[in-house]
């Protein structure tokens, strides 16, 4: 599935790490920032996790949430957060089907070598359900900033 910029985001509603339901109809009225990634503790999630937890509150100064997602479980999402003292929410999305929705899942390649899997991607969702901004293909370092400044410039 492709995502344009002005269409309906994709509803969805997994689980956090919590095992709490989180739908995006929750979040209406909100800017949603929704970050697709591999995988719970490697280095570059790690990074992106933390830079993103260390912006929180100027997100949530710009009336905005932030949700990560992977294909990881509650409980492993559990241990990411504890372990780096995270700040954000995370989604668990095993069957891939968000990911899917929001172009997050598919063949990629890595080292010339192509697989299936997680493309880190970000989409940020405005107030009204719409996409307002999609990164397609993400590197860690600084994303988080530039996502808030893009976020920034969007309100």
């Known amino acids: 599935m492709t995502i344009e910029v002005g269409n309906k985001a994709p509803e969805f509603t997994l689980q956090d790490q919590d095992e709490a339901a989180v739908s995006l109809a929750q ?3 909100s800017w ?7 995988k719970d503790d490697t280095p570059g ?3 992106e996790a933390c830079e993103f937890t260390e912006g929180i509150e100027s997100f949530r100064d710009l009336d905005a949430v932030v949700l990560g997602c992977s294909p990881d479980s509650p409980e492993r999402h559990r241990k990411f957060i504890t372990k ?7 989604l668990s999305d095993p069957e ?4 899917e929705a929001y ?3 598919g063949e990629k390649v890595l080292y010339g070598r192509k697989s299936i899997g997680v493309k880190r991607s970000t989409v940020i969702i405005d107030p009204q359900g719409r996409i307002a901004h999609h990164w397609k293909s993400v590197r860690t370092k600084g994303h988080a900033a530039k996502v808030r400044e893009k976020l920034e410039g969007l309100r």
């Not at 949603?32 to 591999?38: I, K, N, R, S, T």
């Not at 780096?84 to 995370?90: C, E, F, G, T």
Request: hydrophobic share 50%; proline share 4%; net charge positive.
């Open 96 to 99: 891939h089907g968000v990911m």
């Open 45 to 47: 999630c790690t990074i």
């Open 84 to 90: 780096y003292d995270l700040k954000v929410r995370l």
């Open 27 to 29: 979040f209406a009225g």
């Open 103 to 105: 172009g997050a899942w």
């Open 32 to 38: 949603v920032v929704l970050y697709f990634y591999p």
